[in-house]
Each structure stands twice: as C-alpha cells, then as structure tokens.
C-alpha cells in the first residue's frame, strides 16, 4: 500500500558473466610504471573496475545480441541497414543518414566539408574528438558555455547550456566565418551537464536568425533527454522519445558516437537535411569509411545499434541510468570528496584541482589523482583537464579551466556493490591527496597527446 523503496534496482538480470581480476598494489605499482604512467597503456585485464570510459563498454541485451543474428552482411543495401535507418529515423528523422564506424569518423568527414582556415566552430564544449577535427582542418574551436559551466561546485540544474548571448554576439560579427554552430547533449567535457530544451530552442532561433546550420553532438541525447523529463517545468508527462524528436527538429544535423546511448561497441553517424552537403560527404564517407549503406559497421552491428536505440529511450532504464550515477556522486559528495554538481549523466566528476591544490595545474593533479585510485584499487578513471587541453594550437602549454578526474559508468556493466567499492577508494585516495605528487610529461604526441603521452613522477 503506497510504499516507495529508496534501493535502487537495476531493471535487468544477469545473462552472462565475464571474470574480474584481482590484483595486488605491487602487480599494480609495476604495471602503472610499465605503462609510462599512462592509464590508457594499462592491458584491461590488470583493471579491476574499469571507469576510463562509457564508449563502447555497455553490455548488450538479450535482445541486441538476438538482433546481431539477423545481421546481413550484403555490400549494398541489407536489410539490416534498412533497420538501422529506421531506427535513427524514428528518433531523429534527419534526410540524410550516413553510417560510420564511431562518432570521430562523423566528425572528420564533416569537417573536412564545411571546415578550413579562418572558420570558427562554436559549440557549449567541445569534446576532444570534436576539438582536434575541427583544429586538424584549419579552423577554431570555440566553447561558449555558460559561466556555471566553468565552475565544479555552482549548482545549476542545466550546466551545459550555451551562452546564447555569446552566441549571438559571435554570429552579429562573425556569422559568415561559422559554417556549422554546434551543441554537445550531454557536455560531456563539461561534466556531462545536460541542456535544457529551452536553451536547444534558443540555439535553433540564433542559428536561423543567422542562417547558420546547427548540429548536435548527440551521443548522450536520451540521458540529457531524462533530465529534461525530470528537471524541465512542463517536460515531465512527455515520453523521451517525444522529447528527442523535438530536439531534432530544432537542428538541421548531428554527429553521433553510437558507443554511448544508443549500447554499440562500435558505430555512429553523420545526418543532416541539406542534399548538397550529404552528397560532399557521401563522397568522403565512400574514400575512408565504406559504401552508404553500411558506411564503417558490419550489419550485425547495424543491427545491435537499432535495437539498442529503443533501449535507450525507455524510461525504467534511465531511471535506473540517471540515478545510479548521482548514487555514486552522492556518497563521494557525503563523504566530503569534491566533485562536479550537480552530478551528471554518465560520470561522476571528480575535482582535482580543489583536492590536489598543492600540484600546479602543468604538473597534472587530475592525473596524479587518476593514477593514485589506480595504485589504490584497481580503479581506471580518465582525466580530463591540462593533460586533454592544456596544449594550444599555437604550441604553448596553459591550465585547463577546470582539472577534472572523470569515472565514467558503463551502461548496465557494474552493480551496485561495484560501485561500493569505488565509493571506498575514492574516499581512501581522497583522504590522503596531500601526500600525492606532480607528474612530468616525457613523451608527447603531436594531436589528442592524453592517449599516448608518457609521463614520470616528481619528487613530492
Ligand atoms: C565519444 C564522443 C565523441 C566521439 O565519438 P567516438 O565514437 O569515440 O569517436 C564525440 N562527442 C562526444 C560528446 C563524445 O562523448
């Protein structure tokens, strides 16, 4: 009778299992060395809780691995590419629809249409994908999301909104210079801080008035969708897909990274209305990805994306999504651990500068702080901070606004004693960070240097 419950339940059961391993802090001290202090040179297998990324590490469904066998493998027009096309459509019914094999590819192939020198890109925050395609073709991008946006601990319930009066101000001087205006749902290098429809609304008004094409970074739209529902005065009795309908219609296209929602271990698309840009990059996607109608994916995983779609909207998945994620912020924030608030989508945030405060943001506190939950427990978190943005395009070095440490969840992989764990060993490293010291970068590659760079500790 009229009970509510506060135990969150992940609405799934268990199918089948993978194995952890257990490792010791010496196998770990060793294997973190090994690696040049690099937590993408780790082998995954020497990770125990595996947070460095959401892309592509979901576990598939019942259903999605059902679809994966009616995957047709015909060169050109299979019926699994026929259903994937659907199955985009439905959500968001863009003209043109064109498969890639994640969401960078959608970007170069963009980019390398619409970029150049002397154009500029803005966006609420671009991710380094995005950043390093629209920079490798000439051109500049620009983050223009609002100033709660730049600062972990301000509350707001729609942090990854763009400053539309930065917006306007741009294209009032510079229109002719913006060949696409961009808008990141969720802003994941922001926190993963939703958008709020009205600010989709306002972007598209800006954009029109300009007659500058907008696009979406959609890789996260049914969370950021969620969050509308929940925290939107009058959103809350539409379904999701309802709502992401409307956030398509504001647009004229999108990238997107089919890793994150929508449950792909592989796969994305480029789409967008207008004809003659979709014939420009047809063309391309032919030269580096594959025909159109399978562009860079194999169709079962056409299939498994088209199946995940529907997934990802329905409304007891998200719940348990959205919530889950907070539970994990919640506690950290509890126990006194400095994170990005509100909490986000898909990631708790956590604040290296506010707990590292004694490394200097070119001796890269998130990343002493990601290898030391490493050493720790096992943990593989990312960092998101000088190490990913610190280096300019003219070549100089400069602090990142913020030095974040982000543990991305992925999608429906760990439960809930998992996720206790983590709270453990944040808090443990989290208690001791005044002991934790500076890294050195002794290796550094020339574009996205976080995935490769090699680094040496420094004396504390
Ligand atoms: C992951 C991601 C991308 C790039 O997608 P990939 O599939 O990793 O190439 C672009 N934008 C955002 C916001 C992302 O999260």
């Given at each position: 009778?009229?009970?509510?419950f506060?135990?969150?339940?992940?609405?799934?059961?268990?199918?089948?299992?993978?194995?952890?391993?257990?490792?010791?802090?010496?196998?770990?001290?060793?294997?973190?060395?090994?690696?040049?202090?690099?937590?993408?040179?780790?082998?995954?297998e020497?990770?125990?809780?595996?947070?460095?990324?959401?892309?592509?590490?979901?576990?598939?469904?019942?259903?999605?691995?059902?679809?994966?066998?009616?995957?047709?493998?015909?060169?050109?027009?299979?019926?699994?590419?026929?259903?994937?096309?659907?199955?985009?459509?439905?959500?968001?019914?863009?003209?043109?629809?064109?498969?890639?094999?994640?969401?960078?590819?959608?970007?170069?192939?963009?980019?390398?249409?619409?970029?150049?020198?002397?154009?500029?890109?803005?966006?609420?925050?671009?991710?380094?994908?995005?950043?390093?395609?629209?920079?490798?073709?000439?051109?500049?991008?620009?983050d223009?999301?609002?100033?709660?946006?730049?600062?972990?601990?301000?509350?707001?319930?729609?942090?990854?909104?763009?400053?539309?009066?930065?917006?306007?101000?741009?294209?009032?001087?510079?229109?002719?210079?913006?060949?696409?205006?961009?808008?990141?749902?969720?802003?994941?290098?922001?926190?993963?801080?939703?958008?709020?429809?009205?600010?989709?609304?306002?972007?598209?008004?800006?954009?029109?008035?300009?007659?500058?094409?907008?696009?979406?970074?959609?890789?996260?739209f049914?969370?950021?969708?969620?969050?509308?529902?929940?925290?939107?005065?009058?959103?809350?009795?539409?379904t999701?897909?309802d709502?992401?309908?409307?956030?398509?219609?504001?647009?004229?296209?999108?990238?997107?990274?089919?890793?994150?929602?929508?449950?792909?271990?592989?796969?994305?698309?480029?789409a967008?209305?207008?004809?003659?840009?979709?014939?420009?990059?047809?063309?391309?996607?032919?030269?580096?990805?594959?025909?159109?109608?399978?562009?860079?994916?194999?169709?079962?995983?056409?299939?498994?994306?088209?199946?995940?779609?529907?997934?990802?909207?329905?409304?007891?998945?998200?719940?348990?999504?959205?919530?889950?994620?907070?539970?994990?912020?919640?506690a950290?924030?509890?126990?006194?651990?400095?994170?990005?608030?509100?909490?986000?989508?898909?990631a708790?945030?956590?604040?290296?500068k506010?707990?590292?405060?004694h490394?200097?943001?070119?001796?890269?506190?998130?990343?002493?702080?990601a290898?030391?939950?490493?050493?720790?427990?096992?943990?593989?978190?990312?960092?998101?901070g000088?190490?990913?943005?610190?280096?300019?395009?003219?070549?100089?070095?400069?602090?990142?606004?913020?030095?974040?440490?982000?543990?991305?969840?992925?999608?429906?992989?760990?439960?809930?004693?998992?996720?206790d764990?983590?709270?453990?060993?944040?808090?443990?490293?989290?208690?001791?960070?005044?002991?934790?010291?500076?890294?050195?970068?002794v290796?550094?590659?020339?574009?996205?240097?976080?995935?490769?760079?090699?680094?040496?500790?420094?004396?504390?």
């Open positions: 009778m009229g009970h509510s506060r135990t969150i339940i992940e609405p799934f059961r268990i199918h089948s299992v993978e194995p952890l391993r257990m490792t010791t802090a010496e196998d770990r001290s060793a294997a973190i060395e090994q690696s040049g202090f690099n937590l993408f040179n780790l082998h995954a020497d990770v125990l809780i595996d947070l460095l990324t959401d892309s592509g590490t979901g576990a598939m469904s019942r259903d999605q691995w059902a679809a994966i066998q009616h995957g047709d493998e015909s060169y050109a027009g299979s019926p699994s590419w026929f259903r994937f096309e659907a199955a985009v459509k439905d959500l968001f019914p863009f003209e043109h629809i064109i498969p890639t094999h994640q969401g960078r590819a959608a970007e170069k192939i963009l980019f390398t249409v619409v970029g150049g020198a002397d154009k500029i890109v803005p966006n609420n925050t671009h991710f380094d994908t995005t950043r390093a395609n629209v920079e490798a073709s000439g051109a500049e991008a620009r223009l999301v609002i100033s709660e946006g730049h600062d972990a601990a301000t509350i707001h319930p729609f942090k990854g909104n763009m400053d539309l009066d930065a917006l306007d101000a741009l294209l009032a001087e510079r229109a002719s210079d913006v060949p696409v205006v961009f808008l990141t749902i969720t802003n994941n290098s922001g926190g993963g801080q939703p958008v709020s429809l009205a600010n989709i609304r306002g972007v598209s008004e800006i954009c029109r008035r300009y007659g500058v094409p907008f696009f979406l970074d959609a890789c996260r049914a969370e950021n969708a969620w969050f509308i529902h929940e925290r939107e005065a009058g959103q809350g009795d539409r999701i897909a709502i992401v309908r409307e956030i398509a219609s504001l647009a004229d296209g999108m990238t997107m990274s089919a890793k994150k929602d929508p449950f792909g271990n592989i796969g994305g698309w480029l967008m209305n207008d004809d003659a840009l979709a014939e420009n990059c047809r063309n391309i996607l032919i030269l580096t990805e594959g025909f159109p109608t399978y562009g860079g994916l194999a169709g079962r995983d056409l299939e498994a994306i088209a199946q995940g779609l529907k997934e990802a909207v329905h409304p007891d998945y998200l719940r348990y999504r959205i919530r889950s994620t907070a539970y994990l912020g919640d950290l924030d509890a126990a006194g651990v400095p994170v990005v608030k509100p909490i986000g989508g898909h708790v945030y956590l604040d290296a506010a707990l590292l405060g490394v200097p943001a070119l001796e890269y506190p998130g990343q002493s702080l290898i030391a939950l490493y050493k720790v427990g096992g943990i593989r978190s990312c960092e998101i000088t190490v990913m943005f610190g280096r300019q395009p003219d070549g100089s070095e400069k602090p990142a606004a913020m030095e974040l440490v982000r543990l991305a969840i992925p999608r429906r992989t760990y439960t809930q004693s998992h996720i764990y983590v709270i453990e060993v944040v808090t443990a490293v989290a208690n001791d960070a005044a002991a934790l010291s500076g890294y050195r970068m290796h550094e590659p020339a574009a996205l240097r976080h995935f490769t760079a090699r680094y040496e500790p420094l004396a504390s």
